[in-house]
């Protein structure tokens, strides 16, 4: 029995070349071997698609294979199983067919061994935690970073040869850096751009080396970097400096500098995003009569007002007193909390006794809303 060439395409038989043709490319981006390797199955569906648009795509073959598959065991074209004389076991075809150019446009964007190979690689990233103290980072500062890492050679130009222009084209390559090997395999052409290891992928090679560095294009080097760190840095939080990380081995760019933060506590504030927040203790007096109070803010400390009768607990906000940073300004909330004396004289003791015997119930939203709740569910009072 034929292979249904429409259906391993997934087109009708009446299907267009160009509806072929898009189905094919289709396929090929998903049953790529470059994207499955060690996958059998794969492999063996990606000849078959290959396979169907070979003779699909060929306006003398598909009629001769629809005669076939509609007169299956009658000769003419001699079976499409993909074995046997006159089948397309690769007998009698040239290559491809215009397969690589469809291939490398098609794979032009994949990293896959057919597509170009990348001559010069960029150098590695450095990455150096730093520490910064809570206002420096709430504020912004300014940090000298120092390091060390493979920097580039000045005196070649990281090109590793003497003067920077002691080398020629490489013959292989022809100065690409990339050489073209093809193979055949049957039906199956595999066509791969590697990088040429005459040259390591530069197209060039050095007649005379560089005698600062050794030929090898960079040199061991301490390396001090100064950042504006901007307002709002962040635990987690990073600068990217381009270029200064490690250099090239092969003539490419350097490498990025990744600096890494990481934030103190604070004694006094705590940081959400932008907000700060401050837990704020009152003395029984203040929270009872109200009364002015020193709170901090990221600059310095103001003066705030507490209103009588003010509650353990309760949120003051003070807008635009948080983090100012170039997206926006972070607000300071006030938790207030209500320091109790924890150790009181006999007198004081007395005294308290003889407020409390003065305070109705009803002065005090709490307690009153307490008692209120426990007559009505158990018919007692608490107070």
């Known amino acids: 029995?034929?292979?249904?060439?429409?259906?391993?395409?997934?087109?009708?038989?009446?299907?267009?070349?160009?509806?072929?043709?898009?189905?094919?490319?289709?396929?090929?981006?998903?049953?790529?071997?470059?994207?499955?390797?060690?996958?059998?199955?794969?492999?063996?569906?990606?000849?078959?698609?290959?396979?169907?648009?070979?003779?699909?795509?060929?306006?003398?073959?598909?009629?001769?294979?629809?005669?076939?598959?509609?007169?299956?065991?009658?000769?003419?074209?001699?079976?499409?199983?993909?074995?046997?004389?006159?089948?397309?076991?690769?007998?009698?075809?040239?290559?491809?067919?215009?397969?690589?150019?469809?291939?490398?446009?098609?794979?032009?964007?994949?990293?896959?061994?057919?597509?170009?190979?990348?001559?010069?690689?960029?150098?590695?990233?450095?990455?150096?935690?730093?520490?910064?103290?809570?206002?420096?980072?709430?504020?912004?500062?300014?940090?000298?970073?120092?390091?060390?890492?493979?920097?580039?050679?000045?005196?070649?130009?990281?090109?590793?040869?003497?003067?920077?222009?002691a080398y020629k084209t490489c013959e292989k390559c022809g100065g690409t850096g990339q050489v073209k090997y093809v193979s055949n395999s049957g039906i199956f052409r595999s066509v791969n751009v590697r990088a040429c290891d005459e040259c390591h992928g530069t197209g060039k090679k050095i007649l005379e080396s560089c005698p600062i560095c050794k030929g090898k294009g960079y040199t061991r080097a301490n390396t001090k970097v100064v950042l504006d760190i901007p307002a709002g840095a962040d635990t987690g939080s990073y600068i990217r400096k381009r270029g200064y990380g490690e250099a090239s081995a092969n003539g490419g760019p350097a490498g990025d500098l990744i600096v890494l933060f990481k934030v103190e506590e604070s004694k006094i504030f705590t940081r959400k995003n932008f907000d700060l927040y401050v837990e704020l203790p009152i003395s029984f007096k203040t929270a009872a009569l109200g009364g002015k109070v020193l709170v901090p803010t990221i600059d310095d400390t103001i003066s705030y007002t507490i209103p009588e009768g003010t509650q353990n607990g309760k949120v003051f906000c003070i807008r635009g007193k948080g983090i100012a940073s170039t997206r926006r300004t972070g607000d300071l909330y006030l938790v207030v909390n209500v320091d109790v004396p924890g150790k009181l004289t006999r007198e004081q003791k007395k005294a308290i006794e003889d407020f409390d015997g003065r305070i109705d119930v009803k002065q005090c939203d709490k307690m009153r809303r307490y008692k209120e709740n426990m007559e009505a569910m158990y018919g007692k009072t608490p107070y």
């Open 1 to 165: 029995m034929a292979k249904n060439y429409y259906e391993i395409l997934g087109v009708s038989k009446t299907a267009s070349q160009d509806e072929i043709k898009s189905a094919y490319r289709k396929l090929v981006k998903q049953y790529h071997p470059d994207l499955h390797p060690n996958d059998a199955a794969c492999a063996e569906k990606f000849k078959e698609i290959n396979e169907a648009n070979e003779v699909l795509s060929d306006e003398k073959r598909r009629k001769q294979y629809d005669f076939e598959l509609e007169h299956p065991n009658m000769g003419g074209f001699g079976g499409f199983s993909g074995g046997g004389s006159g089948g397309f076991s690769g007998s009698g075809f040239s290559g491809f067919g215009g397969f690589e150019d469809i291939f490398g446009d098609i794979f032009s964007g994949f990293g896959g061994s057919s597509t170009r190979a990348q001559t010069k690689t960029q150098g590695e990233d450095i990455t150096v935690e730093v520490r910064l103290s809570f206002l420096d980072a709430a504020k912004g500062c300014r940090k000298e970073i120092n390091y060390t890492r493979n920097e580039p050679c000045s005196a070649c130009k990281g090109t590793g040869a003497k003067n920077g222009t």
